[in-house]
T-cell receptor, first 113, second 113 residues
Framework: DQQVKQNSPSLSVQEGRISILNCDYT??????FLWYKKYPAEGPTFLIS?????DKNEDGRFTVFLNKSAKHLSLHIVPSQPGDSAVYFC????????????FGKGTRLHILP | EPEVTQTPSHQVTQMGQEVILRCVPI?????FYWYRQILGQKVEFLVS????????KSEIFDDQFSVERPDGSNFTLKIRSTKLEDSAMYFC???????????FGPGTRLTVT
Protein backbone atom coordinates (compact mmCIF):
# COMPACT_ATOMS: atom_id res chain seq x y z
CA ASP A 1 0.00 0.00 0.00
CA GLN A 2 2.19 2.79 -1.31
CA GLN A 3 0.40 5.98 -0.44
CA VAL A 4 3.56 8.01 -1.06
CA LYS A 5 5.61 7.04 -4.08
CA GLN A 6 9.09 8.05 -5.06
CA ASN A 7 9.58 6.33 -8.38
CA SER A 8 13.25 7.19 -8.84
CA PRO A 9 15.46 5.16 -6.50
CA SER A 10 18.47 7.25 -7.44
CA LEU A 11 19.45 10.46 -9.20
CA SER A 12 22.82 11.86 -10.23
CA VAL A 13 23.30 15.60 -10.73
CA GLN A 14 26.34 17.70 -11.53
CA GLU A 15 27.50 20.03 -8.77
CA GLY A 16 26.07 23.52 -9.31
CA ARG A 17 23.11 22.28 -11.32
CA ILE A 18 19.51 21.91 -10.18
CA SER A 19 18.39 18.69 -8.48
CA ILE A 20 14.71 17.84 -8.88
CA LEU A 21 13.26 15.07 -6.75
CA ASN A 22 9.74 13.94 -7.45
CA CYS A 23 7.01 12.42 -5.33
CA ASP A 24 3.45 11.27 -6.00
CA TYR A 25 0.75 10.48 -3.50
CA THR A 26 -2.56 8.67 -3.72
CA UNK A 27 -4.42 9.65 -0.57
CA UNK A 28 -6.49 12.79 -1.17
CA UNK A 29 -6.79 13.27 2.61
CA UNK A 30 -3.12 14.25 2.84
CA UNK A 31 -2.84 17.95 3.57
CA UNK A 32 0.70 18.41 4.80
CA PHE A 33 3.85 17.32 3.03
CA LEU A 34 7.44 17.14 4.17
CA TRP A 35 10.86 16.36 2.78
CA TYR A 36 13.50 14.71 4.90
CA LYS A 37 17.15 14.10 4.15
CA LYS A 38 19.03 11.12 5.51
CA TYR A 39 22.73 10.38 5.71
CA PRO A 40 23.95 6.85 6.44
CA ALA A 41 23.86 5.92 10.14
CA GLU A 42 21.80 9.01 10.99
CA GLY A 43 18.12 9.66 11.47
CA PRO A 44 16.04 11.57 8.92
CA THR A 45 16.56 15.33 9.11
CA PHE A 46 13.67 17.66 8.35
CA LEU A 47 14.30 19.86 5.32
CA ILE A 48 11.15 21.67 4.26
CA SER A 49 7.39 21.29 4.37
CA UNK A 50 4.32 22.58 2.60
CA UNK A 51 0.68 22.79 3.53
CA UNK A 52 -1.96 21.90 0.95
CA UNK A 53 -3.22 25.48 0.96
CA UNK A 54 0.00 26.54 -0.77
CA ASP A 55 1.61 25.48 -4.01
CA LYS A 56 5.15 26.59 -3.29
CA ASN A 57 7.42 27.00 -0.32
CA GLU A 58 10.99 28.19 -0.48
CA ASP A 59 13.80 28.02 2.05
CA GLY A 60 17.22 29.02 0.81
CA ARG A 61 18.38 26.57 -1.84
CA PHE A 62 15.35 24.33 -1.29
CA THR A 63 11.95 24.84 -2.89
CA VAL A 64 9.00 22.48 -2.69
CA PHE A 65 6.23 22.63 -5.28
CA LEU A 66 2.83 21.07 -4.75
CA ASN A 67 0.38 20.22 -7.54
CA LYS A 68 -2.75 19.03 -5.77
CA SER A 69 -4.71 18.19 -8.88
CA ALA A 70 -1.93 15.87 -10.02
CA LYS A 71 -1.19 14.69 -6.47
CA HIS A 72 2.43 15.46 -7.12
CA LEU A 73 5.14 17.33 -5.31
CA SER A 74 8.74 18.02 -6.09
CA LEU A 75 11.80 19.26 -4.27
CA HIS A 76 14.19 21.53 -6.12
CA ILE A 77 17.71 22.07 -4.84
CA VAL A 78 19.66 24.80 -6.54
CA PRO A 79 22.56 25.02 -6.78
CA SER A 80 23.37 21.42 -5.83
CA GLN A 81 26.34 20.98 -3.53
CA PRO A 82 28.43 17.91 -2.62
CA GLY A 83 26.91 17.85 0.89
CA ASP A 84 23.50 17.34 -0.67
CA SER A 85 24.40 13.74 -1.52
CA ALA A 86 22.01 11.75 0.67
CA VAL A 87 18.73 9.86 0.58
CA TYR A 88 15.70 12.15 0.33
CA PHE A 89 12.36 11.02 1.69
CA CYS A 90 9.06 12.53 0.69
CA UNK A 91 6.45 12.27 3.44
CA UNK A 92 2.81 13.19 3.92
CA UNK A 93 0.23 13.42 6.64
CA UNK A 94 -3.44 14.18 7.28
CA UNK A 95 -3.12 16.77 9.97
CA UNK A 96 -6.75 16.78 10.97
CA UNK A 97 -7.04 13.02 11.14
CA UNK A 98 -3.99 11.44 12.65
CA UNK A 99 -0.49 11.88 13.98
CA UNK A 100 1.58 9.77 11.68
CA UNK A 101 3.79 10.72 8.79
CA UNK A 102 3.74 8.35 5.82
CA PHE A 103 7.11 8.10 4.11
CA GLY A 104 8.05 7.24 0.56
CA LYS A 105 10.87 4.79 -0.11
CA GLY A 106 13.38 7.54 -0.77
CA THR A 107 15.56 8.73 -3.63
CA ARG A 108 19.34 8.56 -3.34
CA LEU A 109 20.84 11.76 -4.70
CA HIS A 110 24.45 11.75 -5.91
CA ILE A 111 26.08 15.10 -6.55
CA LEU A 112 28.87 14.66 -9.08
CA PRO A 113 31.98 16.86 -8.96
CA GLU B 1 21.02 22.97 18.81
CA PRO B 2 18.79 20.57 20.77
CA GLU B 3 18.52 17.07 19.37
CA VAL B 4 16.83 13.75 19.96
CA THR B 5 19.18 11.13 21.36
CA GLN B 6 18.78 7.36 21.35
CA THR B 7 20.53 4.54 23.18
CA PRO B 8 21.94 2.08 22.47
CA SER B 9 23.09 2.70 18.91
CA HIS B 10 23.12 -1.05 18.26
CA GLN B 11 21.37 -3.81 20.17
CA VAL B 12 21.79 -7.50 19.46
CA THR B 13 19.35 -9.88 21.11
CA GLN B 14 18.16 -13.44 20.82
CA MET B 15 14.74 -14.31 19.55
CA GLY B 16 12.21 -14.36 22.37
CA GLN B 17 14.11 -11.90 24.55
CA GLU B 18 12.76 -8.57 25.70
CA VAL B 19 14.44 -5.36 24.58
CA ILE B 20 14.00 -1.77 25.65
CA LEU B 21 15.04 1.01 23.32
CA ARG B 22 15.55 4.38 24.90
CA CYS B 23 15.08 7.90 23.62
CA VAL B 24 15.47 11.36 25.06
CA PRO B 25 13.25 13.72 23.05
CA ILE B 26 13.87 17.45 22.71
CA UNK B 27 12.99 18.93 26.08
CA UNK B 28 10.11 21.28 25.21
CA UNK B 29 8.45 18.91 22.75
CA UNK B 30 5.08 17.43 23.61
CA UNK B 31 4.58 14.74 20.96
CA PHE B 32 6.67 11.63 20.72
CA TYR B 33 6.89 8.94 18.07
CA TRP B 34 8.55 5.68 17.19
CA TYR B 35 9.23 4.62 13.61
CA ARG B 36 11.15 1.72 12.20
CA GLN B 37 12.97 1.03 8.97
CA ILE B 38 13.64 -2.53 7.90
CA LEU B 39 16.77 -2.71 5.76
CA GLY B 40 16.06 -1.54 2.23
CA GLN B 41 12.48 -0.55 3.00
CA LYS B 42 10.73 2.67 3.86
CA VAL B 43 10.44 4.33 7.24
CA GLU B 44 7.22 3.09 8.89
CA PHE B 45 5.18 4.69 11.65
CA LEU B 46 4.75 2.61 14.81
CA VAL B 47 3.18 4.78 17.49
CA SER B 48 2.60 8.33 18.67
CA UNK B 49 2.41 9.40 22.30
CA UNK B 50 1.00 12.55 23.83
CA UNK B 51 -0.05 13.56 27.31
CA UNK B 52 1.20 10.27 28.74
CA UNK B 53 -0.85 8.06 26.52
CA UNK B 54 -0.78 6.51 23.08
CA UNK B 55 -2.60 8.74 20.62
CA UNK B 56 -2.22 6.52 17.60
CA LYS B 57 -0.62 3.22 16.65
CA SER B 58 -0.13 1.25 13.47
CA GLU B 59 -0.96 -2.37 12.70
CA ILE B 60 2.70 -3.19 13.32
CA PHE B 61 2.40 -2.06 16.92
CA ASP B 62 0.81 -5.20 18.34
CA ASP B 63 0.65 -6.52 21.90
CA GLN B 64 4.36 -7.28 21.86
CA PHE B 65 5.13 -3.56 21.77
CA SER B 66 4.68 -0.98 24.49
CA VAL B 67 5.83 2.57 25.09
CA GLU B 68 6.42 4.48 28.25
CA ARG B 69 7.57 7.85 29.46
CA PRO B 70 8.86 6.78 32.86
CA ASP B 71 10.15 10.20 33.89
CA GLY B 72 10.14 13.69 32.47
CA SER B 73 12.81 13.04 29.89
CA ASN B 74 12.98 9.44 28.66
CA PHE B 75 10.67 7.80 26.15
CA THR B 76 11.05 4.04 25.75
CA LEU B 77 9.93 1.37 23.33
CA LYS B 78 9.72 -2.16 24.72
CA ILE B 79 9.45 -5.28 22.60
CA ARG B 80 8.34 -8.06 24.90
CA SER B 81 9.38 -11.15 22.94
CA THR B 82 11.47 -10.30 19.93
CA LYS B 83 11.09 -12.03 16.60
CA LEU B 84 13.55 -12.24 13.71
CA GLU B 85 11.38 -9.86 11.70
CA ASP B 86 11.75 -7.17 14.39
CA SER B 87 15.31 -6.61 13.15
CA ALA B 88 15.34 -3.02 11.90
CA MET B 89 16.46 0.53 12.63
CA TYR B 90 14.17 2.08 15.21
CA PHE B 91 13.86 5.84 15.15
CA CYS B 92 12.45 7.99 17.89
CA UNK B 93 11.08 11.41 16.96
CA UNK B 94 9.54 14.35 18.76
CA UNK B 95 7.69 17.49 17.76
CA UNK B 96 6.41 20.61 19.52
CA UNK B 97 3.00 20.23 17.90
CA UNK B 98 1.04 17.41 16.28
CA UNK B 99 2.50 16.21 13.02
CA UNK B 100 4.50 19.33 12.26
CA UNK B 101 8.16 18.87 11.64
CA UNK B 102 9.16 15.81 13.59
CA UNK B 103 12.76 15.72 14.72
CA PHE B 104 14.36 12.30 14.51
CA GLY B 105 17.05 10.69 16.60
CA PRO B 106 19.98 8.80 15.05
CA GLY B 107 18.27 5.45 15.49
CA THR B 108 18.93 2.15 17.25
CA ARG B 109 19.83 -0.77 15.07
CA LEU B 110 18.13 -3.85 16.51
CA THR B 111 19.43 -7.23 15.38
CA VAL B 112 17.45 -10.28 16.46
CA THR B 113 19.30 -13.59 16.06
Amino acid sequence: DQQVKQNSPSLSVQEGRISILNCDYTNSMFDYFLWYKKYPAEGPTFLISISSIKDKNEDGRFTVFLNKSAKHLSLHIVPSQPGDSAVYFCAASSMNRDDKIIFGKGTRLHILP
Amino acid sequence: EPEVTQTPSHQVTQMGQEVILRCVPISNHLYFYWYRQILGQKVEFLVSFYNNEISEKSEIFDDQFSVERPDGSNFTLKIRSTKLEDSAMYFCASSPQRVYEQYFGPGTRLTVT
